[in-house]
């Protein structure tokens, strides 16, 4: 596989495209379902060797046509079920989760008077058991998925299970509501990225592939203005440190990449992307400095509204 980017040779061609004006303005919220415990040798290499509970972010999007659009789900409660019993146990037991029945995604939406009726969309950036955790909530949404990753993951329970998932977390995604992405037939160039999908035709969710951690990931490049830009960058980094400093995980790390040498080489071109683009927000999933500046400073600023 090639890499994701086209050919850049400077500065100024890793510069994303200009948001236009009429560009429909949407609305991110960062939230979380669930934390699992990770020794954060395990995250950057070189770093301390401490147990750290490590955030499953996922995303609502409010677009002002097609409404609310979820990326990813994070855990579910659904996981101590899956995980109950032996070989599938094992995953509870290297990675163990913590996550309450309040702490789903559907019962967050819930809080904030979003119904699963009203999630018109979910976008799920790959298929691993951290990601999907709450997708059979979502009865009634258009689900995107990569194709490649759909296909991958028809193979058995058992074999799915040392790659990261769990079968039984996705097996009611029912195939009517099902929409397989074809990079590579049907993308396009967006500035510095090779094949990307412009979701709604209009330049707010850009869909682009990042293959490495899992065979059919992709990060979603949501554009609101010039000045606030986000790249959702699902597991193609723990950290952001990853990128930053040009290196991966402990050794064992490893065995949690589909193919580890392609998931390195996007470090250095998502390094040169934050660099000519100061207004983009990169956000990897598990990055728990992203938990903080997301959620628990928007915790403490609404705890400081109430007692006002």
Same mark, same amino acid.
């Given at each position: 596989m090639?890499? &994701?980017?086209?050919?850049?040779?400077?500065k100024n061609e890793w510069t994303l495209p200009p948001?236009? +004006?009429?560009?429909? @303005?949407?609305?991110?919220?960062?939230m979380n379902?669930? =934390? /699992?415990?990770?020794?954060?040798?395990?995250?950057? @290499?070189?770093?301390? $060797?401490?147990?750290?509970?490590?955030?499953?972010?996922?995303?609502? #999007?409010?677009?002002? #046509?097609?409404?609310?659009? !979820?990326?990813?789900?994070?855990?579910?409660?659904?996981?101590?079920?899956?995980?109950? $019993?032996?070989?599938?146990? &094992?995953?509870?037991?290297?990675?163990?989760?913590? #996550? /309450? +029945?309040?702490?789903?995604?559907v019962a967050q939406l819930l809080q904030m008077n979003i119904s699963t009726s009203q999630i018109q969309t979910v976008i799920l950036s790959h298929l691993h058991a951290d990601h999907v955790g709450g997708i059979s909530d979502f009865k009634f949404s258009t689900i995107y998925v990569d194709k490649r990753e759909w296909e991958f993951c028809?193979?058995?329970?058992?074999?799915? !299970?040392?790659?990261?998932?769990?079968? +039984?977390?996705?097996?009611?995604?029912?195939?009517?509501?099902?929409?397989?992405?074809? =990079?590579?037939?049907?993308?396009? /160039?967006?500035g510095p990225f090779k094949n990307t999908i412009d979701l709604f035709n209009d330049a707010t969710v850009i869909l682009v592939?990042?293959?490495?951690?899992? &065979?059919?990931? =992709?990060?979603l490049l949501l554009n609101i203005s010039n000045q606030e830009r986000y790249f959702l960058i699902a597991d193609s980094v723990y950290v952001k440190e990853n990128y930053q400093k040009n290196r991966g995980?402990?050794?064992? $790390?490893?065995?949690?990449?589909?193919?580890l040498k392609q998931y390195k080489s996007n470090f250095p071109m998502l390094?040169?992307?934050? #660099?000519?683009?100061?207004?983009?927000?990169?956000?990897?999933?598990?990055?728990?400095?992203?938990y903080t500046l997301f959620i628990q400073k928007a915790k403490k600023h609404h705890s400081l509204i109430k007692r006002k």
């Open positions: 090639s890499s &994701i980017f086209n050919n850049r040779n400077n948001v236009l +004006e009429t560009t429909p @303005k949407c609305k991110l919220t960062v379902a669930g =934390f /699992s415990k990770i020794n954060n040798k395990h995250l950057l @290499k070189g770093a301390n $060797s401490s147990d750290v509970l490590v955030p499953a972010l996922f995303f609502l #999007i409010e677009h002002p #046509i097609h409404g609310y659009i !979820l990326f990813d789900t994070g855990y579910s409660t659904r996981f101590y079920e899956a995980t109950k $019993s032996f070989p599938f146990s &094992i995953m509870n037991r290297l990675t163990p989760v913590q #996550i /309450s +029945e309040k702490d789903n995604a028809q193979q058995s329970k058992i074999k799915l !299970l040392f790659k990261g998932y769990l079968k +039984e977390l996705i097996e009611n995604i029912h195939l009517s509501s099902l929409k397989q992405l074809d =990079f590579d037939k049907n993308g396009s /160039s967006y592939p990042l293959p490495g951690h899992a &065979i059919g990931q =992709f990060g995980g402990s050794f064992l $790390s490893r065995f949690a990449h589909y193919n390094k040169q992307l934050e #660099i000519a683009n100061p207004n983009l927000m990169m956000i990897p999933t598990h990055d728990s400095q992203m």
